[in-house]
């Protein structure tokens, strides 16, 4: 099985900051990687397919870059509704797996 | 509007059975692979399976293998999650995902709850 591992495993910024978050696959997965938001008591929203495209609808402060083994999500100005937990999942092969999640939370 | 919407989720014994569905709408559910994946309380993301377009491409996590299925009726627009042998740490919100390119998971429901608990 493919390992997915996110860091860090939490983030305290404010509003308007920068903010990165990487994934690393244990092994090569090219660029079959997705990242999801989940607000809490909410369902995860598709936030990017294929390391780097944005799903439809979501704001252009998002975005996703790497291939292979190393990845990261940046939300480039971190608005109120950014907080929220993120997960990276590969899609390279069976079984699908996800990163542990990393909280955005209000410094 | 796409939406996907489970239900059948409730409260049974370790050693009972349940029976998940995932009604799709604003999309037509045959062109579209589909897919559980659960949350435990207070826990990250676990795929459980997934099912082909066609529902002849079943895959199915190692920790459900034997206990669980997976199938579709496309003309009731429905995939379902047979669940049998529960244990306890099946316990979790499961969601339905449509599966799209890239094996992306871009459309999500709002979750069944499944407790398994004597």
């Known amino acids: 099985d493919i390992q997915m591992t996110q860091s860090p495993s939490s983030v305290s910024a404010s509003v308007g900051d920068r903010v990165t978050i990487t994934c690393r696959a244990s092994?090569?997965?090219?660029?079959?990687l997705a990242w999801y938001q989940q607000k809490p008591g909410k369902a995860p929203k598709a936030l990017i397919y294929a390391a780097s495209n944005l799903q439809s609808g979501v704001p252009s402060r998002f975005s996703g870059s790497g291939s292979g083994t190393d990845f990261t999500l940046t939300i480039s100005s971190l608005q109120p509704e950014d907080f929220a937990t993120y997960y990276c999942?590969?899609?390279?092969?069976?079984?699908?797996?996800f990163g542990g999640g990393t909280k955005v939370e209000i410094k | 509007e796409v939406q996907v919407l489970e239900s059948g989720g409730g409260l049974v014994q370790p050693g009972g059975s349940l029976r998940l569905s995932c009604t799709a709408s604003?999309?037509?559910?045959?062109?579209?692979?589909m897919s559980w994946v659960r949350q435990a309380p207070g826990k990250g993301l676990e795929w459980v399976a997934s099912i082909s377009g066609r529902g002849d491409n079943i895959k199915l996590a190692e920790s459900v293998k034997g206990r669980f299925t997976i199938s579709r009726d496309d003309s009731k627009n429905t995939v379902y999650l047979e669940m049998n042998s529960l244990r306890v740490e099946d316990t979790a919100i499961y969601y339905c995902?449509?599966?799209?390119?890239?094996?992306?998971?871009?459309?999500w429901g709002q979750g069944s709850l499944v407790t398994v608990s004597s």
């Open positions: 604003g999309f037509t559910l045959n062109n579209y692979d």
């Open positions: 999942q590969q899609g390279y092969s069976f079984p699908l797996t």
């Open positions: 995902p449509k599966v799209e390119q890239w094996l992306a998971l871009d459309y």
């Open positions: 092994q090569g997965i090219s660029t079959w």
